[in-house]
C-alpha cells in the first residue's frame, strides 16, 4: 500500500521560532505532495502544493521541499505566531488518480 | 470564492434512523466530489469518489448500501448514512474539484466545514 506518514503527532514551540513538519511516504514517489491546515471540529484548508520535480516552494512564511531521495516532505513556518496553531496534514496523490491520501497529522502549538 | 458548504453542520440521531448530508459548491461548479471520515484525533479516511451524473466509487472496506452517495448536480453531492449506529459517529467532510481544473494534473480540491454526526 502507498502510505504516506507524519512521525511527530505533536510539536511545541516557541513563538518566533521555525516549526519544521515531517512527511515520509512508502513505494512510490507521489506525483504530487500537499500540506493542508486544520483547526479542531473545521475542514481541512489547501496550503501548499509541491511537485515530484521540485525540490522547493514557497509561500510568504511558509515553505516546502521534497526529496524523492529520502522519500520525505518537509513543511516550515518561520516566524512562527500563535495563531498558526493548529493541525498540519500532508496528502499525496498519485498522477494516475485525483484521489488524496492523508497522513495522520502532526498538531503544532506556538506559545507566546 | 471557491467555497464549499456542508448542511447540516452537526446532527444527532437515533439508531436505526437514516440521515442525510449535503455538500453544496457555492461558487463553483465541481465535477467531482469526495467524501471523507474523520475519527477524534485521526486523519481523513476518504469513503468514496462521486462524479457527477455517475456512480460513485468506494474505497475498500466502505460500505456502498450504508453510505448512500448521490451527485445530482454540478454544485451538489449528498451521502445519506443509512440505518445509522452509534460505530457510525464521526467527522464528514467532504470536498470539491472545480470544473475549471480542466486538464491540471493534480488535484485542487476545497474542503467544506464537516458534519459533526452522533448516534445515540
Known amino acids: 500500500s502507498q502510505k ?61 521541499t521534497f526529496d524523492t531521495t529520502l522519500k520525505q516532505s518537509l513543511f516550515h513556518i518561520t516566524a512562527s505566531q500563535p495563531a498558526d496553531s493548529a493541525t498540519y496534514l500532508c496528502a499525496r496523490q498519485m498522477d494516475s488518480s485525483y484521489k488524496l491520501i492523508f497522513g495522520s497529522g502532526t498538531r503544532l502549538l506556538v506559545r507566546p | 470564492g471557491a467555497v464549499v458548504s456542508q448542511h447540516p453542520s452537526w446532527v444527532i440521531c437515533k439508531s436505526g434512523t437514516s440521515v442525510k448530508i449535503e455538500c453544496r459548491s457555492l461558487d463553483f461548479q465541481a465535477t467531482t466530489m469526495f467524501w471523507y471520515r474523520q475519527f477524534p484525533k485521526q486523519s481523513l479516511m476518504l469513503m468514496a469518489t462521486s462524479n457527477e451524473g455517475s456512480k460513485a466509487t468506494y474505497e475498500q472496506g466502505v460500505e456502498k448500501d450504508k453510505f448512500l452517495i448521490n451527485h445530482a448536480s454540478l454544485t451538489l ?20 474539484r472545480a470544473s475549471w481544473s480542466g486538464k491540471r494534473n493534480y488535484n485542487e480540491q476545497f474542503f467544506g466545514p464537516g458534519t459533526r454526526l452522533t448516534v445515540l
Open chain 2, 77 to 96: 453531492s449528498t451521502l445519506t448514512v443509512t440505518s445509522a449506529h452509534p460505530e457510525d459517529s464521526s467527522f464528514y467532510i467532504c470536498s470539491a
Open chain 1, 4 to 64: 504516506i506518514e507524519q512521525n511527530s503527532e505533536a510539536l511545541n514551540i516557541q513563538e518566533g521560532k521555525t516549526a519544521t513538519l515531517t512527511c515520509n511516504y512508502t513505494n512510490y514517489s507521489p506525483a504530487y505532495l500537499q500540506w493542508y491546515r486544520q483547526d479542531p471540529g473545521r475542514g481541512p484548508v489547501f496550503l501548499l502544493l509541491i511537485r515530484e520535480n521540485e525540490k522547493e516552494k514557497r509561500k510568504e512564511r511558509l515553505k516546502v
